[in-house]
């Protein structure tokens, strides 16, 4: 029998070999139909109960493999129809200044997609031991955080990391359990995860109290918040989107004025109770404009082409009075959206008030696919406005070392006014990444230095932390030149606001430089940074915000914002994962860090 078996198999091997070849293939085509690479998810069973068979090109010990997700590649039609589940329906409230057609996302396809990330080659064991021990370590400081808020302030806008105690500073909605969804699923907190979601869905978006709420901060935090952790998680969970409607349709409320123009200061207990509130004759831009990204989305996700539609009406303004400002390219701090008139003001700059106005061109684009007229319009936009910057408000410091770096200022009625920002530090990100969609390597050359720079003041400052506002002595050109000391021992010729809220945009700089460039020594900075910032802040519960970095030791305020866990440790974290982690060619990240999932056609 044995000898029969052994013949049989001589005379028919390369038949069975063929055979099982077939069957092989056949079944690694139908996985490679069910499972795609871009963006990683981390528990692949709370999604199908599968995991894709493809591998990660750098992994770590801590990173599963990325499963399966159903985002929609063209939006849905006809549009998603949310349930509020008894909640307040904003979408009820009687519309007074109504639209009489809707302008719509471009349907065609992208002729061609510029790749944003660096191409890296395999790492070593080396470096796969090394970022797996700093991923840890991070993950670890947000895990300790994230307990004491579950334990001390669930479903409260903020921890109070000294006191142990909460507060509410955002509606009083749960900001930081909202922000925080979508770093819990990449950080592979299942078990938090499903329970943060199970928390978070239940938040009533309704009117409470007769007060004002700042429609940036609630479209930023809570829309980018249900956005970013549906996008991550595969678009599997309509809980999420249906939250994410319910907190848009309460935006959208704000755009129902006479000339569709956003109240930024907004009273939902007013509206609910039919009293019509105005656009603000005085407002920041950064207010005014920064609701395009996250609206964008959501009209991808859902087919609803209001909100598209609310955010280019805003744009089409922008884009009108870009050119007739007293900065032409740029547009001031404060405007008028009631009128419009966004040529009024003579104070312009990329920092606070302003930021995301300008963070969103260039990001708009690519959530967009480069397709049609509208995202052309924003490479437009966002190229007029970075060559006045550029020209206007950007300098070389005066430093000792002839460091070659630069720093983003403002221009004050025809002047420039060489303060830096903590807060601005993110326009080095958004050079790099300007540069990489558009193919310029100037702006990839300065974006890299204004990075270089906030490293620099981490690294210069007395404590090891950049402060919140200072003063440098600038150089007549971007030329080096000779130095002349400042009064102590300080690097800053002044620091006018010494603080240290935790911000995320130094590291988020620093993360973009690494993505784009794939150079190491991001990675080195990134952690010095985490390990002072980590050392300086923590406090028995958490990490607190710091009232003066200037001062040994630093005096800790009662404060984590929830952007601490949303953007600062998000972005240390990736620093060190694997680069197809929220890969910079397949998500947009909004201003808030919450990742976007671009849709491919």
Not at 63 to 82: D, F, N, Q
């Amino acid at each position: 029998m044995r000898d029969r078996a052994i013949m049989f198999l001589r005379r028919w091997k390369w038949a069975i070999v063929i055979a099982a070849s077939v069957v092989f293939l056949a079944v690694l085509s139908s996985l490679s139909a069910h499972f795609e690479t871009p963006g990683r998810s981390v528990f692949p069973h709370y999604i199908t109960g599968h995991t894709s068979s493809s591998t990660i090109a750098h992994p770590t010990s801590s990173e599963p493999p990325r499963a399966s997700h159903i985002c929609p590649a063209v939006p849905p039609s006809p549009a998603t129809s949310p349930s509020t589940h008894g909640r307040f329906d904003w979408r009820a409230l009687p519309v007074r200044h109504p639209v009489d057609r809707f302008s719509s996302l471009p349907s065609n396809k992208p002729s061609s997609r510029p790749t944003v990330q660096h191409v890296f080659s395999p790492f070593s064991a080396a470096q796969i031991a090394e970022n797996a021990s700093r991923q840890k370590a991070v993950k670890d400081v947000f895990a300790r955080g994230w307990k004491s808020y579950k334990d001390r302030a669930w479903t409260k806008d903020e921890l109070a990391p000294v006191s142990g105690g909460s507060r509410d500073t955002f509606g009083g909605w749960g900001a930081t359990l909202v922000d925080s969804l979508d770093t819990l699923w990449i950080m592979g907190m299942e078990k938090e995860f499903a329970e943060a979601v199970d928390a978070a869905v239940q938040v009533d978006f309704g009117p409470k109290g007769d007060g004002e709420i700042n429609m940036f901060e609630i479209i930023i935090r809570y829309l980018g918040g249900f956005i970013g952790a549906y996008d991550v998680s595969g678009c599997q969970d309509a809980r999420l989107l249906n939250k994410a409607i319910e907190v848009a349709d309460m935006a959208y409320a704000s755009f129902d004025t006479p000339n569709r123009m956003p109240v930024s200061r907004w009273n939902p207990y007013k509206a609910a109770n039919g009293e019509e509130q105005l656009p603000a004759e005085s407002v920041l831009i950064a207010e005014a404009a920064s609701a395009s990204v996250e609206f964008t989305r959501l009209s991808q996700l859902t087919g609803d082409m209001r909100y598209f539609d609310a955010i280019s009406r805003v744009t089409r303004v922008l884009d009108e009075q870009q050119g007739q400002t007293k900065l032409p390219g740029m547009w001031p701090i404060s405007v008028n959206m009631r009128a419009p008139d966004l040529t009024f003001d003579g104070f312009f700059g990329l920092g606070a008030m302003a930021d995301s106005a300008y963070e969103y061109l260039p990001k708009m684009h690519q959530l967009l696919d480069g397709i049609g007229h509208e995202a052309d319009q924003y490479r437009r936009m966002y190229e007029f406005a970075m060559t006045t910057a550029i020209n206007h408000t950007i300098f070389r410091p005066m430093t000792e070392d002839k460091a070659d770096i630069l720093i983003a200022g403002a221009e004050i009625n025809g002047e420039r006014d060489n303060k830096g920002q903590h807060l601005v530090c993110f326009a080095g990100g958004m050079l790099v990444l300007g540069a990489r969609l558009f193919a310029n390597n100037n702006h990839m050359s300065i974006g890299r230095k204004i990075s270089d720079g906030c490293a620099w003041a981490y690294k210069k400052a007395p404590n090891g932390i950049m402060p919140e506002v200072f003063s440098m002595i600038a150089c007549p050109t971007w030329s080096e030149c000779p130095y002349t000391a400042t009064s102590g021992s300080s690097p800053f010729s002044n620091v006018d606001d010494g603080r240290y809220v935790l911000r995320p945009e130094a590291i988020e700089s620093i993360f973009y430089m690494y993505r784009t460039t794939g150079e190491q020594k991001y990675q080195d900075i990134a952690w010095d940074m985490f390990q002072t910032i980590e050392t300086q802040t923590r406090t028995e519960f958490a990490n607190a915000a710091l009232r003066d970095i200037m001062k040994t030791p630093p005096e800790k305020d009662d404060s984590m914002e929830s952007f601490w866990m949303a953007e600062t440790l998000k972005y240390f974290y990736l620093i060190f994962s694997d680069p197809a982690t929220i890969s910079l060619d397949d998500f947009v990240l909004n201003t808030e860090a919450h990742p976007f999932r671009i849709p491919r056609r």
